[in-house]
């Protein structure tokens, strides 16, 4: 009996330590969640909501528009992703058992990008890709090419902004990946030598398995940090030219504060979030069965 009540009191205690956390995540995580749906099914106008079920919903999928903004976040994912993942596996595979002053100044190097503002980072290469004075543009005149517009056509916008976005970002996954490889055990390394393995059955037989949780993990939060992408088109492009850029961020962001519907603008969010659950779920349940 007195074991009983000690155990009662220690799980009592314990919900009472994760009691404000709980409050936290509900406030500002769950209850968003559910406003955003009920606001989905209303048409509001920062005065009344008057209550339209569906038709929000009907609205997106009869707006050319967001086909585009849909099919342009699914393509900054798939790339962004890709490249992240391929890239930082390469670096951090290169350099995780080099001197560890090397190590470090490739680690400090590539996670610069991401200690600084995605704002100032935005405001940077528009600077370098400005057609008009950009130091782009300059070299090229220079070189007698004239002018160079990467922001202005349809057919270069979307590549310039993938890889903007990527070399902003891929420093964590590279920290991440080089913390993950330093953890491996090093028999399997010494065992690996003994065989006489070359360094790229190393990589793909010892290490790439080894880290494929860090990978889940750093897919999942490749993808989620991509639906949110807005700053760098914002300041970059403005969705355009022609709606080439646009996002499913940004014409949610169009509909909520530039057209005025909120209910539109939800039903976005709502899409979002279904499609981030549809894309991190394969990941999460494979990351939970490594676990076990």
Do not use: C, H
């Not at 009344?48 to 707006?63: I, M, W």
């Amino acid at each position: 009996m007195k074991l009983r009540n000690q155990s009662t009191k220690e799980s009592i205690t314990g919900y009472f330590f994760i009691l404000p956390q709980m409050l936290i995540f509900l406030v500002f995580l769950v209850y968003p969640i559910i406003e955003g749906i009920r606001l989905s099914l209303y048409q509001i106008n920062y005065q009344s909501e008057k209550f339209v079920g569906l038709d929000n919903y009907v609205t997106l999928f009869n707006d050319p528009v967001f086909y585009k903004a849909l099919f342009n976040t699914v393509v900054f994912v798939v790339f962004i992703v890709i490249l992240t993942v391929g890239f930082a596996l390469f670096v951090a595979s290169a350099v995780f058992d080099k001197n560890a002053k090397y190590v470090s100044f490739i680690r400090g190097s590539y996670y610069i990008p991401v200690m600084v503002s995605m704002v100032v980072m935005s405001m940077v290469w528009s600077f370098l890709l400005n057609p008009a004075n950009g130091l782009i543009s300059y070299f090229s005149k220079e070189m007698g090419m004239g002018t160079v517009n990467l922001l202005g056509k349809t057919q270069t916008v979307m590549p310039v902004i993938i890889f903007v976005t990527f070399v902003t970002n891929v420093g964590q996954a590279i920290i991440l990946y080089i913390a993950a490889m330093l953890g491996v055990s090093k028999d399997l390394f010494e065992a690996a030598e003994v065989d006489g393995a070359s360094r790229w059955q190393v990589i793909f037989k010892i290490l790439i398995p080894s880290v494929r949780s860090t990978t889940i993990y750093i897919v999942i939060i490749n993808i989620i940090a991509v639906l949110k992408i807005f700053v760098v088109i914002q300041l970059l492009t403005g969705g355009g030219p022609n709606n080439s850029s646009v996002t499913l961020m940004y014409y949610l962001y169009n509909n909520a504060f530039k057209f005025n519907q909120l209910g539109t603008a939800s039903a976005v969010g709502v899409i979002m979030f279904v499609i981030t659950l549809l894309l991190s779920m394969p990941q999460l349940r494979s990351l939970i069965k490594d676990d076990k």
